[in-house]
């Protein structure tokens, strides 16, 4: 029998695919302000006197620190909506043969420290052991509120604005290769310190941009604001084109790439640019006011700076540097995928 050539690559669906499953099969009532839409990254429903934030993500790319990495992730899609998350509800999903009581407390214990530390309660869900899995899949739906003129959304970037970054790229994935890789690189030569350091991206510079969105929204104008997570930066640039209806153009030599992660991208032949990006977030707000946010960041110790310019439709998606102009890189699936077949 022959393969089939359309079967879809592991990560997300082409978005063209998606926005047509989208059109055809959403549906909406008069209360949904932001619906399911390519590069929002969660729904608002009209309340009383402020509107709820709803967002549901998984976490597919790693096994240990499971239920740190589901509270930050969905809680990362509220604070770019300038909403706080405070509810939060899961799926827990357990692979038969090997889930024990301690395995299942563990991933509990996470989640409630998690919740803990951002003040979040977690109010239910569901937990089951099933067949199939070869490790356990955890499911996440946060919500949370905001104001009603505080709404930010990915839709809203506008022709001329400041596209802002802060931290730097590939944050997540640096975490991931050196937990879910550790055995193959000690076997090529690094070091347990090293691989500990990247380990610890998870915590610093950290996946979570709770603190840095809740600040941009509070002392600046912001337009629009976007996580990017799998695809990489390039997909969050994408998506954010997309959501507006705009072009861009960045300059990727300011975009910071940190040196462990260098060296692993180097290690395994992926390119930081389409790798996993929680811990990154994309902003964008009227460039006169980009020198007093990224000067606020800078006093509350949250590295940032411009890294391009919203531009018109028509001007595409584009990128510079040392080489010159070019169309931004486009990823089909995440660079992260890869690094699951080495050495197999």
């Not at 997540?172 to 347990?192: N, Q, V």
């Not at 991208?265 to 811990?279: N, T, V």
Request: glycine fraction near 10%.
């Amino acid at each position: 029998m022959m393969a089939r050539k359309d079967i879809f690559a592991p990560g997300k669906l082409p978005m063209e695919e998606l926005e047509k499953l989208l059109k055809r099969y959403t549906t909406t009532d008069p209360r949904v302000i932001v619906g399911a839409r390519i590069g929002e990254d969660a729904a608002v429903i009209e309340g009383k006197d402020r509107y709820l934030v709803v967002k549901t993500d998984p976490i597919t790319f790693v096994a240990e620190d499971i239920g740190w990495y589901v509270i930050h992730v969905n809680a990362n899609d509220l604070a770019t909506r300038g909403a706080r998350p405070q509810w939060f509800l899961t799926a827990v999903l357990l692979p038969e043969g090997s889930t024990c009581p301690e395995s299942v407390d563990k991933i509990f214990g996470q989640i409630s420290q998690a919740c803990k530390s951002l003040e979040i309660s977690w109010v239910g869900g569901h937990t089951e052991i099933t067949h199939g899995l070869e490790r356990p899949l955890v499911v996440g739906c946060m919500l949370g509120e905001v104001e009603k003129d505080k709404l930010v959304t990915t839709a809203g970037a506008q022709v001329g604005d400041d596209i802002i970054l802060t931290k730097g790229i590939a944050i997540e994935a640096t975490s991931i290769m050196a937990r879910e890789r550790a055995d193959l690189l000690r076997e090529r030569g690094y070091e347990d310190e090293f691989l500990s350091r990247c380990r610890n991206f998870l915590y610093h510079p950290g996946i979570s941009i709770m603190r840095e969105a809740m600040l941009a929204a509070e002392v600046a104008s912001i337009h629009s604001m976007h996580d990017p997570t799998e695809g990489g930066l390039a997909s969050g640039l994408l998506e954010l084109a997309w959501a507006a209806g705009v072009g861009l153009r960045v300059d990727l030599g300011r975009i910071r790439i940190y040196p462990e992660t260098q060296a692993l991208c180097q290690e395994f032949s992926l390119d930081p640019f389409g790798l996993i990006a929680s811990g990154a977030l994309l902003l964008t707000l009227p460039p006169e006011q980009t020198p007093g946010l990224l000067e606020r960041f800078a006093r509350e110790g949250i590295e940032a700076c411009r890294i391009g310019e919203i531009t018109l439709k028509e001007k595409g998606i584009k990128a510079w540097d040392v080489n010159g102009e070019r169309e931004l890189p486009h990823f089909e699936r995440d660079e992260i995928t890869k690094i699951f077949k080495i050495g197999t």
